[in-house]
Nanobody, 115 residues
Framework: QVQLVESGGGLVQAGGSLRLSCTAS????????MGWYRQAPGQQREFIAG???????NFADSVKDRFTISRDNAKNTVYLQMRSLKPEDTAVYFC?????????WGQGTQVTVSS
């Protein structure tokens, strides 16, 4: 069973920072693009950031100047560093691995940004 374990969510004031972590099994980590989606209440899940197995990042336009993504191959972990957070960044953030028809998901972690 594929497991993606997320951590790092929480409550932060606007302008603050948070770092999300997602740890996967070794076999999943070394063979898949990984990254993050988010879903705000009443909204569809949207892509935020991804990073390929060779470390090439990709970002949604809404976050590309504020968020960075990285992967630690020794820890099988992907990180999403979020800076200059805004109230509209409030959502449940889901880690994913894979692409297309084969994607795996974490359980989600809540990020709340207060104004």
């Amino acid at each position: 069973q594929v497991q993606l374990v997320e951590s790092g969510g929480g409550l932060v004031q606007a302008g603050g920072s948070l770092r999300l972590s997602c740890t996967a099994s070794r076999s999943i980590f070394i063979s898949n693009t990984m990254g993050w989606y988010r879903q705000a209440p009443g909204q569809q899940r949207e892509f935020i950031a991804g990073i390929t197995v060779i470390g090439t990042p990709n970002f949604a336009d809404s976050v590309k100047d504020r968020f960075t993504i990285s992967r630690d191959n020794a820890k099988n972990t992907v990180y999403l560093q979020m800076r200059s957070l805004k109230p509209e960044d409030t959502a449940v953030y889901f880690c994913y691995a894979g692409t297309g028809s084969r994607m795996y998901w974490g359980q989600g972690t809540q990020v709340t940004v207060s104004s």
